[in-house]
């Protein structure tokens, strides 16, 4: 059944990302992009304006509070802070078999890293590259 399926899906509320602690989260106010990130938008938008205040994690200090030793498929959508995420979490990194994530060749944010990074930072942590778009 759905429900059976469900019960095994945890949610938590808070924001993986390059360091522990509370960071601004900017959310669209008018639901129109259905995005919310933590890097400032490089074009200031009305809607964009006012962020709020969440808990950030990184993906090493979550899995050491949930005891989690390995990922087997790490899927990230995360506007942006993926690149920090990843260098700040070596630990759990190293673990991980398959990354599929987004990233971005121009400065749709503030401080991200882009493209050419990530997959630099990727390699020389083993990964190979599969498919790049």
């Known amino acids: 059944s759905k429900e059976s399926l469900y019960n095994s899906i945890k949610t ?8 522990n602690g509370m960071l601004n989260f900017y959310v669209d ?12 938008p490089a074009e200031k938008k ?15 200090k979550w899995a050491e509070l949930q005891n989690v030793s390995h990922i087997d498929f790490l899927y990230l959508d995360m506007q942006g802070a993926e690149g920090d995420m990843l260098k700040a979490s070596p ?12 990233f971005y060749t121009y400065p749709v944010y503030e401080g991200i890293m882009f493209r050419d990074e990530i997959k630099t930072f990727l390699e020389d942590a083993g990964f190979k590259t599969l498919y790049l778009e």
């Open 12 to 19: 938590y509320q808070l924001a993986l990302g390059g360091t």
């Open 91 to 102: 630990t759990l990194l190293k673990t991980v078999k398959v990354i599929e994530l987004e």
């Open 46 to 60: 009305k809607f964009f304006e006012t962020p709020i205040k969440v808990p950030v994690l990184t993906l090493d």
């Open 29 to 40: 106010l008018q639901d129109t992009s259905c995005i919310s990130f933590l890097y400032t």
